[in-house]
């Protein structure tokens, strides 16, 4: 703290040295060659130490900052090359009237016009705010925009009276007013903009704005000293000017010296919406002033026409530059909206993404839980009555075998035997639906053999039937982690399925496809049968459409656990163009070299899997 004191003092000293060596000249050194020459060389000396100060503050990966520091310092170089000029003119010419008289150079007051337009494009980057890369395109476009509009007022405004009609008061009217109206949008915006910031850019922007209305002053006083004629370089009316700039310095000082609390500021946690909503709200601010720029030009050129007192030729300049400056102004307001459009789509396309996600997220969370307490009540009843069952099935098997028994009491024996196992089926399948525990056995696998070997399987018993497999399996795509007889299972259900509601349409095919998809590898089951009658329901338990023994309702569900179980996802839908598609998404395992030659060789035709 007493190390930013100390600091403090010695800009403070080493400021007051440059102020104190210009009063003394100003007031110790007789109005003449001698006072205007060293004048200008403090004047000349002093930017270049005010651009040090700011360029300091450059050196920063984030480019938002690093443009703001680089265009204020670019700002202060223009404003140094006018100065140099001007000491060249008054120095070496030994000439000190303004503006028009000085023939070739009297353009040199377009460069300390554009020095403040340079420092407006530095306001407008808003370097207080995070650097989104995908601001920095609107960032050109909107400097090509405040460079274009400027120069079109400097065009429109100035211009004429040097050129269409040459009149050096109202030039100088004429280029006061721009220039003023130029510094009074600087104070405003660094305002405006010191109002939105918190602390350390709130003090910035403070600061700019008091350096701009110290020049605003300066600019008022010598336009008022000047239309008196009692201005020379070197008098006391140039210390508001010697002000501002010190202060710029200082500015860029005191930025560098506090820039610990600005990267402090930027470490904390701002929320993503908030940002969103920041830049949003920047977006719209941004993209209103472009559109009032270029409403601008009609109203200009209205004015020109109807309002305006100037001389005919004039008014006619006037006229063809706002005609000429609707193109590229048009263009680069256009460019912006479509920068802008690009930029809500995408939003409208993430946020769209996210709400799908949400809600598939609840539905399987929804899905899970049901399954979760089916699961506990359904596997504490299966256990107990898989036991008596047990028993049931053994006597009766023992009394079916039973040569002495009598043949009536065989035949019914015989029958109990086979209900009991159908029921002893039906409660094996509960309880693998109950259990779902996580699998042990869990090794890498090549999806597509599983692939080809449960469609093999299931290849052998299609006789009869009007039904096609086709397996398109995607070459080279990575393993995932399973248990092999899992996945098998799984597949053989959803086989099982379509081939039950293929057959029942009269036949169909079967299209199995395997590919790899934002890190998953994927396995799509669509078939030409009838649809799901309702796909919501399809993995509850206990669902089933198919007749009292064909049916139990509880594969998909079971496959829905076992999927879950493996880290994967899985989901059905009915197509638009008729048939249902299941989706099984698996986590792939991440390889260093995903289409490696030992994958590469997947395909259709490859050889059945070895069970394990
Ligand atoms: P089950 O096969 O015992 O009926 P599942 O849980 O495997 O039990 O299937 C539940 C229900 O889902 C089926 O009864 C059927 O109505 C529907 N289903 C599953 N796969 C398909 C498919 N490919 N086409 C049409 N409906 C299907």
């Known amino acids: 703290m007493k190390n930013v004191f100390r600091g403090n003092w010695y800009i403070a000293a080493v400021w007051f040295l440059l102020l104190g060596a210009y009063v003394l000249i100003s007031l110790g050194v007789p109005a003449g060659t001698a006072r205007i020459t060293a004048a200008n060389i403090l004047l000349c000396v002093m930017?270049?130490?005010?651009?040090?100060?700011?360029?300091?503050?450059a050196v920063t990966p984030d480019w938002r900052k690093q443009a703001f520091w680089m265009l204020l310092s670019l700002g202060c170089t223009f404003w140094l090359a006018g100065q140099a000029v001007w000491t060249y003119i008054e120095v070496y010419h030994h000439r000190n009237t303004p503006y028009l008289s000085n023939g070739y150079f009297s353009n040199v007051d377009i460069i300390f016009f554009l020095h403040t337009v340079l420092m407006i494009a530095a306001l407008a980057v808003q370097p207080h705010k995070?650097?989104?890369?995908?601001?920095?395109?609107?960032?050109?476009?909107?400097?090509?925009?405040?460079?274009?509009?400027?120069?079109?007022l400097y065009v429109c405004v100035v211009i004429p009276w040097q050129y269409v009609v040459t009149d050096g008061k109202r030039y100088v009217e004429a280029f006061s007013v721009v220039v003023l109206l130029q510094n009074i949008?600087?104070?405003?915006?660094?305002i405006r903009l010191s109002m939105s910031a918190t602390r350390y850019w709130r003090r910035i922007y403070g600061h700019l704005a008091a350096v701009e209305a110290v020049y605003v002053i300066r600019l008022i006083i010598i336009q008022v000293v000047v239309g008196r004629g009692s201005y020379t370089r070197g008098s006391l009316y140039d210390l508001p000017l010697l002000i501002s700039f010190l202060w710029l310095g200082a500015t860029g000082i005191v930025a560098y010296r506090h820039r610990d609390e600005d990267s402090n500021a930027s470490v904390q946690p701002a929320t993503q919406s908030a940002q969103d909503a920041n830049a949003s709200t920047d977006t719209i601010w941004a993209s209103r002033a472009a559109r009032l720029a270029l409403f601008s030009l009609p109203l200009i050129g209205f004015w020109c026409l109807r309002i305006s007192e100037a001389p005919l030729a004039v008014r006619e300049f006037r006229l063809l530059v706002s005609l000429g400056a609707v193109l590229p102004l048009g263009v680069l307001v256009f460019l912006r909206h479509e920068l802008a459009d690009r930029e809500h789509l995408q939003v409208l396309r993430a946020s769209q993404e996210s709400f799908d996600n949400l809600k598939r997220l609840q539905t399987q969370f929804v899905q899970s839980e049901k399954l979760a307490s089916i699961g506990q009540?359904?596997?504490?009843?299966?256990?107990?009555?898989?036991?008596p069952l047990t028993a049931i099935l053994g006597y009766s098997e023992l009394l079916a075998d039973d040569p002495s028994a009598a043949e009536s009491a065989r035949s019914i024996a015989v029958k109990i035997r086979d209900q009991a196992r159908r029921t002893k089926t039906l409660v094996g399948n509960l309880l693998s639906f109950a259990r779902q525990v996580p699998s042990e056995h869990r090794s890498p696998i090549d999806i597509n053999a599983i692939?080809?070997?449960?469609?093999?399987?299931?290849?052998?018993?299609?006789?009869?039937?009007?039904?096609?497999?086709?397996?398109?399996?995607e070459a080279g795509i990575p393993e995932v982690r399973a248990d092999m007889n899992q996945l098998l299972q799984v597949f053989s259900n959803i086989?099982?399925?379509a081939v039950d509601a293929m057959d029942e349409a009269g036949g169909g095919t079967l299209t199995v496809k395997t590919l790899f998809e934002k890190g998953n590898v994927v396995?799509?089951?669509?078939?030409?049968?009838?649809?799901?009658?309702?796909?919501?329901?399809?993995?509850?338990?206990?669902?089933?459409?198919?007749?009292?023994?064909?049916?139990?309702?509880?594969g998909l569900s079971i496959c829905y656990g076992l999927i879950q179980d493996q880290g994967g996802q899985i989901s059905c839908y009915n197509r638009s163009e008729g048939g249902a598609t299941f989706r099984i998404d698996l986590p792939a395992i991440p390889v260093a070299f995903p289409f490696s030659p030992r994958s590469v060789g997947a395909t259709t035709h490859r050889e059945p899997a070895k069970m394990a």
């Open 47 to 57: 930017p270049l130490l005010v651009n040090g100060a700011l360029l300091i503050n």
């Open 130 to 152: 995070p650097s989104d890369d995908r601001k920095l395109l609107y960032s050109y476009v909107d400097f090509g925009l405040i460079l274009c509009w400027w120069l079109y």
């Open 185 to 190: 949008v600087f104070v405003g915006g660094a």
């Open 377 to 387: 009540l359904v596997g504490g009843a299966a256990h107990e009555i898989n036991n």
């Open 451 to 473: 692939v080809n070997t449960s469609v093999q399987f299931r290849r052998f018993d299609l006789r009869g039937k009007n039904i096609r497999f086709v397996v398109q399996a």
């Open 495 to 497: 086989i099982n399925n």
């Open 523 to 554: 396995i799509l089951f669509s078939d030409t049968g009838p649809g799901m009658s309702d796909p919501n329901l399809v993995f509850d338990p206990f669902y089933t459409t198919k007749p009292v023994g064909k049916g139990t309702g509880l």
